[in-house]
């Protein structure tokens, strides 16, 4: 029978007419013949559905039908994870692997900024884009166009001719090596997990945390923004310069002016383009992104042009002549003919150029001495490849600014007292060069490869894509610059190389004249090219920033993490274009360059010292499947940019790294509360480890003993500090130096208190950070307050980096009687620190101690040396006058004389010791004379001792209270349950459980009564010990004469008596040392740990 079989969430199966039915509340499903057993199949099929999947249920005569999905939803979270039931209280914490998976599977790699759009666009996000790009689209192309630009074609010439071919290959070589180099560590953490959106940042500040990753950052936006300046000048100089000059907006009034006018000309033009450029990213990142193949295409075709124009040369030579007088290379703006006269039909005809070195166009003009005594000749500019002009060309010639372009090996006749005019048409250096300054200039033109690691969210593969994508543009490039600096060596004469505006070809691009079919191609091929990488700059720069932004790590930059709501950056890309604007005021490409050459270099060095840091640590998560990489080929890279920097500038290399420190020190000013699980904090754990297994091999030596202090604090039932005080000594104590650990005791036990102890450690390290305590925390769970204690002094610390001494405060509270046990808390942990060879600080009156914020204006800290300790008390003084608040306090030492002591002698001897400590300190012999106890002393020991046996006696009474209400208890439950009273174990080892009768109960009663009573009656008969009375007398005399002397002290320090070998004598112990500080405002009490601890050598 199934009648009335129940199943979870109301589901009741029943049987009706021989038919099986399934019923929940109202809802109704017939099952078919029970004889088929179709409840049962039913039931199992629906328990077996997958959630949300249509139920399918048999309806009258057997036909199947889809079940309304409502009912499955109501009903899916009870059958999810059934057959998991042995985990089902994980699962509230931690997810089935099924779902995490699941979750994995479907991770979709959202680009910086765009998060808003994402957000607000839910069902889109639901959505798993697969990314559709490969290698060659995704990487290698985006590299290539970023790797080649303005350099390549407005100056790679132009070094050509000045370093010569062969200090030009080391240059492109260099640079090169350092960028595959960094490709090859960037492919290495590129493929260590998935790389979100967010390119090289994400990667530095992931590996090196959020201080090198927040300065590496802001560097590498800085560099992309410069970037932007440098192309949109390059952008205008191709624009001014080849393609309409007439465009000029500012004239020159002399030519002595007319290169200021150009630097005026970029500045209006590059201004504008600017504001264009950044109306274009404003409006719309995907007009950038859809021009962006046309901009390679007109690299790609430049480029080949370059290389069709070279083979060109090999049979059929441009005829394009270059005029040069003496060996000087003259401009042709202003002439065509390279002579000085012209013959005709009617005579002899000056040229033009006769015109600009005389002073009028008749043969007997008073012309320039130089133009008067050397002729005029014209050279080939691009002769050819088999001309043999690269062997010429294989040598630098480096010039001061303003120097003649020469031909090396022309004759030429000197004349005294040359004129260098500008008016006369020269060909002269504008800047003076040297092989640092090119590789500055040059190093930009290999940056770029950061481009494909930029774009992994729209990768297939971008484990794969990456590392190949940009080490094969890498190679692509540096086989075309090399090649390139081959072929301009064996094409171009080297007086055409060194021309660096084309004034010799008339005013032409000098890599234009070498192309093939017209320099056209290359003229617009550049101008888009540049053009092009500027707009990419200010697409990428203001998402770089926005990336930082929100990162959270420099709170200054915040607010430039917001934009518009698709999630553009707006903010940052107004920021970027304030910064580039001053890139584009500088005007001068040469000047621009270098600036980005830091920044660049800056952050390659990172990435390579990422990779190196992380393969050295050998961290579990560091498995790249990138494979082909080695911490050396990493240490070479970062050497290789550090050194690349200095070469470019110096001065530069040193303020780019002083903006860099400025921000990681800001960061960590500000307290970046990231963990990104990055290297330099593997770094640090290894140096730790190190550093702790060096130190492990013995105690320190005198010399660099100082307290490695275990502050013992007190917690209230908020589980918030007692003695907040005793913080502020430590740190005044340490200042920020050696081991500090804040140690503290909770009572119960680890599972029931864990979440007090959490909030405890929470309160205490708020309170270590007001208090500015350098430290470790430590809070122990303990069943009692001493084992907790014990346990602190025994383990706290790890390996040689433990604690030498304790701190702690006075137990105000150890003569209340709500609290009659405190005392002995205390004088154990005294043994403890005895037994462990640890010094002991107790701090009486803490509450009175100065904050950090007090300054002591005047005032003394008095040292009463009583005994030896290792010199800890001349330690302390020292250590503590460092601090701002004792500083201006001065150190006075006491030491007491017996009768047989000589006085003089002893202060001339503590006198001389100081002066070999190097302590300064006023020195004061007190001279205790014997005489006899008085009767205060007498009656003092006495009432103490009375007061001791009292507290025993009243102890004793609390336990036979204790023991009368469990006989009670007991009787009462051996009435209800003769069992009960069988199993029930005892409070105290010395009862016995048995039968009570009334009158046995009374007799039990009188006995103890009587008991007490005898007990109470000895203490009035007491004698006090004449030991303890030696004792109380010794604490009075003293502290007659500490209060004489010491009243007014700021501090107090004096030496610790130990506690008594016989431990019947605690709370006896506990009043002399009250009796001892009486009347005292701020005291230490210092005990050694019976090791020197200072010393006079050096």
């Given at each position: 029978?199934?009648?009335?079989?129940?199943?979870?969430?109301?589901?009741?199966?029943?049987?009706?007419?021989?038919?099986?039915?399934?019923?929940?509340?109202?809802?109704?499903?017939?099952?078919?013949?029970?004889?088929?057993?179709?409840?049962?199949?039913?039931?199992?099929?629906?328990?077996?559905?997958?959630?949300?999947?249509?139920?399918?249920?048999?309806?009258?005569?057997?036909?199947?039908?889809?079940?309304?999905?409502?009912?499955?939803?109501?009903?899916?979270s009870f059958f999810e994870g059934k057959n998991m039931a042995l985990f089902e209280e994980e699962m509230?914490?931690?997810?089935?692997?099924s779902s995490l998976l699941n979750k994995l599977a479907n991770y979709t790699n959202l680009s910086q900024?765009?998060?808003?759009?994402?957000?607000?666009?839910?069902?889109?996000?639901?959505?798993?884009?697969?990314?559709?790009?490969?290698?060659?689209?995704?990487?290698?192309?985006?590299?290539?166009?970023?790797?080649?630009?303005?350099?390549?074609?407005?100056?790679?010439?132009?070094?050509?001719?000045?370093?010569?071919?062969?200090?030009?290959?080391?240059?492109?070589?260099?640079?090169?090596?350092?960028?595959?180099?960094?490709?090859?560590?960037?492919?290495?953490?590129?493929?260590?997990?998935?790389?979100?959106?967010?390119?090289?940042?994400?990667?530095?500040?992931?590996?090196?945390?959020?201080?090198?990753?927040?300065?590496?950052?802001?560097?590498?936006?800085?560099?992309?923004?410069?970037?932007?300046?440098?192309?949109?000048?390059?952008?205008?100089?191709?624009?001014?310069?080849?393609?309409?000059?007439?465009?000029?907006?500012?004239?020159?009034?002399?030519?002595?002016?007319?290169?200021?006018?150009?630097?005026?000309?970029?500045?209006?033009?590059?201004?504008?383009?600017?504001?264009?450029?950044?109306?274009?990213?404003?409006?719309?990142?995907?007009?950038?992104?859809?021009?962006?193949?046309?901009?390679?295409?007109?690299?790609?075709?430049?480029?080949?042009?370059?290389?069709?124009?070279?083979?060109?040369?090999?049979?059929?030579?441009?005829?394009?002549?270059?005029?040069?007088?003496?060996?000087?290379?003259?401009?042709?703006?202003?002439?065509?003919?390279?002579?000085?006269?012209?013959?005709?039909?009617?005579?002899?005809?000056?040229?033009?150029?006769?015109?600009?070195?005389?002073?009028?166009?008749?043969?007997?003009?008073?012309?320039?001495?130089?133009?008067?005594?050397?002729?005029?000749?014209?050279?080939?500019?691009?002769?050819?490849?088999?001309?043999?002009?690269?062997?010429?060309?294989?040598?630098?010639?480096?010039?001061?600014?303003?120097?003649?372009?020469?031909?090396?090996?022309?004759?030429?006749?000197?004349?005294?007292?040359?004129?260098?005019?500008?008016?006369?048409?020269?060909?002269?250096?504008?800047?003076?060069?040297?092989?640092?300054?090119?590789?500055?200039?040059?190093?930009?033109?290999?940056?770029?490869?950061?481009?494909?690691?930029?774009?992994?969210?729209?990768?297939?593969?971008?484990?794969?894509?990456?590392?190949?994508?940009?080490?094969?543009?890498?190679?692509?490039?540096?086989?075309?610059?090399?090649?390139?600096?081959?072929?301009?060596?064996?094409?171009?004469?080297?007086?055409?190389?060194?021309?660096?505006?084309?004034?010799?070809?008339?005013?032409?691009?000098?890599?234009?004249?070498?192309?093939?079919?017209?320099?056209?191609?290359?003229?617009?091929?550049?101008?888009?090219?540049?053009?092009?990488?500027?707009?990419?700059?200010?697409?990428?720069?203001?998402?770089?920033?926005?990336?930082?932004?929100?990162?959270?790590?420099?709170?200054?930059?915040?607010?430039?993490?917001?934009?518009?709501?698709?999630?553009?950056?707006?903010?940052?890309?107004?920021?970027?274009?304030?910064?580039?604007?001053?890139?584009?005021?500088?005007?001068?490409?040469?000047?621009?360059?270098?600036?980005?050459?830091?920044?660049?270099?800056?952050?390659?060095?990172?990435?390579?010292?990422?990779?190196?840091?992380?393969?050295?640590?050998?961290?579990?998560?560091?498995?790249?499947?990138?494979?082909?990489?080695?911490?050396?080929?990493?240490?070479?890279?970062?050497?290789?940019?550090?050194?690349?920097?200095?070469?470019?500038?110096?001065?530069?290399?040193?303020?780019?790294?002083?903006?860099?420190?400025?921000?990681?020190?800001?960061?960590?000013?500000?307290?970046?509360?990231?963990?990104?699980?990055?290297?330099?904090?593997?770094?640090?754990?290894?140096?730790?480890?190190?550093?702790?297994?060096?130190?492990?091999?013995?105690?320190?030596?005198?010399?660099?003993?100082?307290?490695?202090?275990?502050?013992?604090?007190?917690?209230?039932?908020?589980?918030?500090?007692?003695?907040?005080?005793?913080?502020?000594?430590?740190?005044?104590?340490?200042?920020?130096?050696?081991?500090?650990?804040?140690?503290?005791?909770?009572?119960?036990?680890?599972?029931?208190?864990?979440?007090?102890?959490?909030?405890?450690?929470?309160?205490?390290?708020?309170?270590?950070?007001?208090?500015?305590?350098?430290?470790?925390?430590?809070?122990?769970?303990?069943?009692?307050?001493?084992?907790?204690?014990?346990?602190?002094?025994?383990?706290?610390?790890?390996?040689?980096?433990?604690?030498?001494?304790?701190?702690?405060?006075?137990?105000?509270?150890?003569?209340?009687?709500?609290?009659?046990?405190?005392?002995?808390?205390?004088?154990?942990?005294?043994?403890?620190?005895?037994?462990?060879?640890?010094?002991?600080?107790?701090?009486?009156?803490?509450?009175?101690?100065?904050?950090?914020?007090?300054?002591?204006?005047?005032?003394?800290?008095?040292?009463?040396?009583?005994?030896?300790?290792?010199?800890?008390?001349?330690?302390?003084?020292?250590?503590?006058?460092?601090?701002?608040?004792?500083?201006?306090?001065?150190?006075?030492?006491?030491?007491?004389?017996?009768?047989?002591?000589?006085?003089?002698?002893?202060?001339?001897?503590?006198?001389?010791?100081?002066?070999?400590?190097?302590?300064?300190?006023?020195?004061?012999?007190?001279?205790?004379?014997?005489?006899?106890?008085?009767?205060?002393?007498?009656?003092?020991?006495?009432?103490?001792?009375?007061?001791?046996?009292?507290?025993?006696?009243?102890?004793?009474?609390?336990?036979?209270?204790?023991?009368?209400?469990?006989?009670?208890?007991?009787?009462?439950?051996?009435?209800?349950?003769?069992?009960?009273?069988?199993?029930?174990?005892?409070?105290?080892?010395?009862?016995?459980?048995?039968?009570?009768?009334?009158?046995?109960?009374?007799?039990?009663?009188?006995?103890?009564?009587?008991?007490?009573?005898?007990?109470?009656?000895?203490?009035?008969?007491?004698?006090?010990?004449?030991?303890?009375?030696?004792?109380?007398?010794?604490?009075?005399?003293?502290?007659?004469?500490?209060?004489?002397?010491?009243?007014?002290?700021?501090?107090?320090?004096?030496?610790?008596?130990?506690?008594?070998?016989?431990?019947?004598?605690?709370?006896?112990?506990?009043?002399?040392?009250?009796?001892?500080?009486?009347?005292?405002?701020?005291?230490?009490?210092?005990?050694?740990?019976?090791?020197?601890?200072?010393?006079?050598?050096?």
């Amino acid at each position: 029978m199934l009648t009335g079989i129940c199943c979870p969430e109301g589901l009741v199966i029943k049987e009706e007419g021989g038919r099986a039915l399934l019923q929940q509340g109202r809802s109704r499903w017939d099952c078919g013949l029970v004889g088929a057993a179709s409840a049962g199949v039913w039931l199992i099929a629906l328990c077996c559905q997958p959630p949300g999947s249509p139920v399918i249920t048999s309806v009258g005569d057997g036909q199947s039908r889809e079940s309304s999905p409502n009912g499955d939803m109501e009903r899916e979270s009870f059958f999810e994870g059934k057959n998991m039931a042995l985990f089902e209280e994980e699962m509230d914490s931690n997810p089935m692997v099924s779902s995490l998976l699941n979750k994995l599977a479907n991770y979709t790699n959202l680009s910086q900024g765009v998060v808003e759009h994402e957000e607000a666009e839910d069902s889109r996000r639901r959505e798993v884009k697969n990314p559709g790009m490969g290698t060659f689209i995704g990487v290698y192309l985006p590299c290539l166009q970023n790797i080649l630009g303005v350099i390549l074609f407005l100056r790679l010439t132009w070094i050509v001719g000045v370093a010569g071919v062969l200090e030009s290959f080391l240059i492109v070589f260099m640079c090169c090596t350092c960028t595959m180099l960094t490709a090859i560590s960037m492919s290495a953490i590129a493929t260590n997990g998935v790389v979100p959106a967010g390119g090289s940042y994400y990667m530095i500040s992931r590996a090196l945390g959020p201080e090198f990753g927040g300065a590496v950052g802001l560097c590498f936006y800085l560099g992309t923004t410069f970037a932007g300046a440098m192309y949109i000048l390059g952008t205008i100089e191709i624009f001014l310069t080849y393609i309409s000059p007439g465009a000029s907006i500012i004239h020159a009034q002399s030519p002595d002016g007319e290169a200021v006018a150009l630097l005026h000309n970029m500045r209006v033009y590059g201004t504008c383009t600017l504001a264009l450029m950044a109306m274009v990213v404003f409006v719309g990142v995907k007009y950038v992104n859809k021009l962006a193949l046309v901009f390679l295409a007109c690299v790609v075709l430049s480029i080949l042009a370059i290389y069709a124009g070279v083979i060109k040369t090999a049979f059929d030579p441009p005829d394009i002549p270059v005029c040069l007088l003496g060996n000087r290379t003259l401009s042709r703006r202003n002439f065509d003919v390279c002579a000085k006269v012209l013959t005709t039909n009617n005579g002899t005809v000056t040229t033009a150029l006769w015109g600009l070195f005389c002073n009028n166009s008749m043969p007997s003009a008073i012309c320039d001495e130089y133009f008067a005594q050397n002729n005029l000749t014209e050279i080939q500019g691009i002769p050819g490849v088999a001309s043999g002009v690269f062997l010429d060309n294989l040598w630098s010639v480096y010039t001061d600014k303003g120097v003649f372009v020469e031909k090396q090996g022309t004759p030429s006749v000197a004349v005294p007292e040359e004129s260098r005019s500008s008016k006369l048409p020269y060909v002269l250096t504008d800047i003076m060069t040297y092989f640092t300054m090119l590789v500055g200039i040059y190093f930009p033109s290999v940056t770029g490869i950061m481009a494909g690691s930029n774009r992994s969210g729209d990768l297939r593969d971008a484990q794969k894509s990456i590392p190949t994508g940009t080490i094969m543009a890498i190679v692509t490039t540096s086989f075309i610059y090399l090649s390139c600096i081959m072929l301009f060596g064996a094409c171009i004469e080297g007086v055409v190389l060194r021309d660096k505006f084309g004034e010799a070809l008339q005013g032409n691009l000098v890599i234009g004249m070498l192309a093939w079919p017209s320099p056209w191609v290359i003229v617009i091929g550049s101008f888009f090219s540049t053009c092009g990488a500027g707009l990419q700059s200010l697409t990428g720069a203001p998402r770089l920033l926005q990336a930082i932004a929100r990162d959270g790590i420099i709170p200054f930059l915040q607010v430039f993490g917001h934009g518009k709501a698709n999630g553009e950056p707006t903010w940052a890309l107004l920021l970027t274009a304030l910064i580039c604007e001053i890139g584009i005021l500088i005007a001068s490409l040469d000047s621009v360059a270098p600036i980005l050459s830091m920044f660049f270099l800056m952050c390659y060095m990172f990435v390579n010292l990422a990779c190196a840091v992380q393969t050295l640590l050998r961290t579990p998560n560091w498995r790249p499947r990138f494979r082909y990489y080695h911490w050396t080929l990493s240490f070479l890279g970062m050497s290789l940019c550090l050194a690349l920097m200095f070469i470019c500038s110096w001065y530069y290399a040193l303020f780019a790294m002083l903006i860099a420190g400025c921000i990681y020190k800001y960061i960590e000013y500000r307290g970046a509360e990231k963990e990104w699980g990055d290297g330099i904090r593997g770094l640090s754990l290894n140096a730790a480890r190190y550093a702790l297994l060096r130190v492990e091999h013995g105690t320190p030596h005198t010399k660099n003993w100082r307290p490695q202090v275990l502050v013992m604090l007190n917690l209230d039932s908020e589980q918030c500090v007692k003695h907040p005080r005793l913080l502020s000594f430590t740190t005044q104590l340490k200042a920020g130096k050696g081991l500090t650990i804040v140690g503290s005791v909770l009572e119960g036990t680890y599972l029931d208190k864990h979440v007090e102890a959490q909030q405890a450690e929470e309160n205490i390290r708020s309170l270590m950070g007001t208090e500015k305590t350098k430290g470790f925390c430590q809070l122990v769970v303990s069943s009692n307050l001493r084992d907790g204690m014990s346990h602190l002094i025994q383990s706290a610390g790890l390996g040689g980096m433990k604690h030498n001494t304790v701190l702690m405060a006075w137990p105000e509270s150890w003569k209340e009687e709500d609290n009659p046990f405190s005392w002995k808390n205390f004088v154990d942990t005294v043994r403890d620190t005895t037994a462990a060879q640890q010094a002991l600080l107790v701090a009486k009156n803490v509450d009175l101690f100065p904050q950090n914020q007090e300054r002591f204006s005047d005032g003394h800290i008095d040292v009463w040396w009583i005994v030896h300790d290792g010199g800890l008390l001349m330690l302390l003084p020292f250590l503590l006058r460092q601090h701002k608040v004792w500083r201006k306090c001065r150190m006075r030492i006491f030491t007491v004389a017996q009768v047989d002591d000589n006085s003089i002698q002893m202060k001339k001897d503590l006198q001389t010791f100081l002066y070999h400590l190097r302590i300064s300190a006023e020195v004061e012999v007190v001279e205790m004379v014997e005489n006899d106890i008085s009767a205060f002393t007498y009656e003092k020991t006495l009432v103490m001792e009375q007061r001791s046996q009292m507290l025993k006696q009243m102890q004793l009474s609390k336990t036979e209270r204790e023991r009368e209400a469990q006989l009670i208890h007991d009787r009462n439950t051996a009435s209800h349950s003769v069992v009960a009273t069988r199993t029930r174990a005892p409070s105290t080892p010395d009862k016995v459980q048995m039968t009570w009768t009334k009158e046995k109960l009374i007799a039990e009663k009188l006995k103890n009564k009587e008991t007490n009573m005898s007990g109470f009656k000895d203490l009035f008969s007491l004698k006090p010990n004449q030991s303890n009375v030696r004792r109380m007398h010794t604490a009075v005399k003293l502290n007659g004469v500490v209060l004489n002397k010491s009243q007014d002290a700021q501090l107090v320090l004096l030496n610790m008596p130990g506690p008594p070998k016989n431990r019947q004598g605690d709370e006896n112990y506990m009043e002399f040392l009250e009796v001892l500080t009486e009347g005292l405002n701020r005291v230490l009490l210092v005990r050694g740990s019976g090791r020197e601890v200072i010393t006079i050598y050096s």
